[in-house]
């Protein structure tokens, strides 16, 4: 069952704005810090994350390998990801 609720309400308290191949839109961007374990010794890495409308990823051509400037920082698409019902998605990025 597709979200009822008006997605824009969630992003504007919340988002930040977002341009990618010339198209703006609103997005939330999560710098969660991950530990990974390599050869025996763990490094901490942040993962850079942005939920959007699934609507403006499609509206803007966003793929893997995409440029996206987050709130005036550049970062590049590595994967698209839809969550639950396909409304938002998610977009793992790296600097």
Do not use: W
């Amino acid at each position: 069952m597709p979200l009822s609720e008006n997605p824009d309400v969630f992003l504007r308290d919340f988002g930040v704005p977002c341009v990618a191949n010339a198209q703006s839109f609103t997005g939330i961007l999560d710098t969660p810090d991950e530990t990974m374990n390599m050869g025996g010794v763990n490094v901490l890495s942040t993962m850079y994350t942005l939920r959007c409308k699934s609507a403006s990823v499609t509206a803007a051509g966003i793929a893997s390998g995409t440029a996206v400037t987050v709130n005036g920082v550049a970062f590049v698409v590595r994967d698209v990801i839809l969550e639950d019902d396909g409304v938002f998605s998610h977009l793992s990025m790296s600097k």
